[in-house]
């Protein structure tokens, strides 16, 4: 597995509105758009798993921003919940 | 003949201006006290051009590319962040100084990544902001290097960018009064399980180490270590070591040092004194 695409798709969240979008709206086409993502890194884009993608290494300051972008800045809570439970 | 004049180091921490009342007023007035400090000091030493020392938080760059360290040479504005309530505006480059620390670094080992055109982030624009504001005659040369995202910089090679900077300034042909500010850190976990957490014995040990002017401590400390003990934002501290590093035989004079958990961060502040 590798974390540069999800990087890559998280980067895009943040920096392009009408990417950020579709993620919300239509994950799942939106992330076969990419080439380079596995089944397995589709299912933590669409979970949102952020401590799972920060155990893999992706960077947590783009986890925070791109996890505002999709979920709201309303669900912070939730974000630091799911970064301090242990990934499975 | 151009000289740099001074250093400072202070944070950049993006909530100082978007969540301005979280703090008790107390530890507010302090961070508002030094950087006013520092507004001051600039003055003082006459300064007209700050080479300002940041590093990139996947705002201005993504995956695709992640320079290990960069300048500004041309139009820079800023900041790229709308939430961080200060509005976008053009910052004056000295763009002169800024190519000829560009082209010094060629011929001496520093590859620059060029921008001609720098749409800032907050580690650069809070410093800015705070210590010049708007309508400053002090013109500003953005300096990026790679303490925020992996890969990163090492410490070894932030220290040969503030000397290859000191270098360059020192060759100028011009008669500038630089001053160099070295931004970020000190503990915090940005987005990570402890964001909000300080650690105030380490963060005064990296400012004990600035007091004395011992580089060589800062750069021994190992990347992974600075991580676990101090947050992803800790290896800010390389941001550090450029301005340390670029300011003759200094050693820091603390101006104040905040614990500051609604900001998440070690909040320093100190000035750089030749010897």
Not at chain 2, 78 to 93: C, H, K, T, Y
Not at chain 2, 235 to 248: F, Q, R, S
Request: net charge negative.
């Amino acid at each position: 597995m590798s974390i540069n695409t999800i990087e890559r798709v998280l980067w895009e969240a943040i920096t392009f509105p009408d990417k950020a979008e579709v993620f919300r709206s239509q994950p799942e086409e939106h992330f076969n758009s990419y080439f380079h993502l596995t089944s397995q890194e589709k299912q933590l884009l669409h979970e949102m798993d952020v401590r799972k993608m920060a155990d893999l290494g992706a960077s947590e300051m783009l986890l925070m921003l791109a996890w505002q972008v999709v979920r709201g800045p309303e669900t912070m809570n939730e974000y630091m919940g799911r970064m301090n439970t242990p990934s499975s | 003949m151009s000289e740099i004049v001074g250093g400072f180091l202070m944070p950049h921490d993006p909530l100082i201006s978007a969540e301005p009342d979280a703090p008790p007023a107390e530890q507010r007035k302090a961070v508002k006290d030094a950087f006013a400090t520092i507004a001051s000091r600039l003055k003082e030493l006459d300064v007209d051009t700050v080479i300002v020392v940041g590093d990139d938080h996947y705002t201005v760059f993504g995956p695709q590319c992640i320079p290990r360290y960069l300048i500004g040479i041309g139009d820079v504005e800023g900041p790229a962040e709308q939430w961080l309530g200060i509005s976008r505006r053009p910052i004056e480059n000295n763009e002169p100084l800024a190519n000829h620390i560009m082209q010094v670094g060629f011929d001496n080992g520093i590859d620059w990544a060029v921008s001609k055109t720098l749409l800032m982030d907050h580690s650069t624009i809070i410093p800015i902001h705070y210590t010049l504001g708007e309508g400053s005659k002090i013109k500003s040369i953005p300096v990026y290097i790679n303490s925020g995202v992996m890969p990163l910089i090492s410490s070894r090679r932030a220290a040969e960018v503030g000397q290859l900077i000191r270098k360059a300034v020192d060759s100028w042909s011009g008669d500038e009064r630089v001053a160099i500010l070295g931004t970020g850190g000190i503990s915090h976990w940005v987005g990570m399980a402890d964001m909000g957490k300080v650690n105030v014995e380490w963060d005064k040990k990296v400012l004990s180490f600035a007091e004395a002017g011992d580089i060589e401590g800062l750069i021994a400390m190992e990347d992974m270590d600075v991580f676990h003990e101090s947050g992803n934002g800790a290896l800010e501290i390389k941001n550090w070591i450029v301005a340390m590093a670029a300011v003759p035989e200094m050693k820091a004079d603390i101006i104040a040092y905040e614990p500051i958990p609604e900001w998440v961060c070690g909040c320093g502040f100190a000035e750089l004194k030749a010897a």
